[in-house]
């Protein structure tokens, strides 16, 4: 079945460093591959997304790669701050009867340190 | 521009005994999803509707789970009887249309944290 994997599960970074954060999913059919950011205790909420048809995109700090070949895709944080702690989670979309549907990843928790 | 509403926040209940959920998607998404959130993992969809017809309800356990859309835009959830491993964070979201050609952000409720004693 459709599966999206994700790593590392946590990830530890001191203030102003970069962080990359990996997935690769098992549908070649997914055309669609949100990031979402869950802070504790709260509702997940998009923080960027990529096409199938674009390779790269980037918003300020932080960027996203698809390699459609490989079946991969990474999220990328420069600069990182303190309130960017926070558990990531990657999807991937494949259609279902016509749909698109979300398969997530199982998070990655990232803790920036001062 | 209000955001997809979820009624209870929080629950507690003993194994066996029933449960439901409410949601209110964001007016005009067409497509209502719910996910369950079990600590530690990522959403799982458990049933997807476009209007009021279900689309995918392939992970749904449908020996207990049931979900429902009457109008095509509130939904609410029911787990009857609820077995401990149904503790978990139950998530709404909604999208305005969910097919190839639409957009397909998907908007996230608070969520209810359900807990089977």
């Known amino acids: 079945g459709e599966n999206v994997e994700q790593h590392p599960s946590t990830l530890s970074v001191q203030e102003g460093d970069s962080a990359v954060i990996k997935c690769t999913y098992s549908?070649?059919?997914?055309?669609?591959f949100p990031w979402y950011k869950q802070e504790l205790g709260k509702r997940p909420q998009l923080i960027i997304d990529?096409?199938?048809?674009?390779g790269e995109k980037k918003d300020q700090r932080i960027a996203v790669t698809l390699n459609k070949t490989a079946k991969h895709f990474s999220l990328h944080i420069t600069e990182t701050q303190p309130e960017d702690s926070a558990v990531y989670f990657c999807?991937?979309?494949?259609?279902?009867?016509?749909?698109?549907?979300?398969?997530f990843g199982a998070g990655t928790r990232l803790a920036v340190h001062p | 521009e209000a955001g997809v509403a979820q009624s209870p926040r929080y629950k507690i209940i003993e194994k066996r005994q029933s449960v439901a959920f409410w949601c209110n998607p964001i007016s005009g998404h067409a497509t209502l999803y719910w996910y369950q959130q079990i600590l530690g993992q990522g959403p799982k969809l458990l049933i997807q509707f476009q209007n009021n017809g279900v689309v995918d309800d392939s992970q749904l356990p449908k020996d207990r789970f049931s979900a429902e859309r009457l109008k095509g835009v509130d939904s609410t959830l029911k787990i009857q009887p609820a077995k401990l491993e149904d503790s978990a964070v139950y998530l709404c979201a909604s999208s305005l249309k969910g097919g190839l050609a639409g957009n397909n952000e998907q908007f996230f409720g608070p969520g209810t944290r359900l807990t089977v004693l």
């Open positions: 549908d070649s059919a997914s055309n669609y």
């Open positions: 990529i096409r199938s048809n674009v």
């Open positions: 999807a991937a979309s494949p259609l279902s009867g016509g749909y698109n549907k979300l398969i």
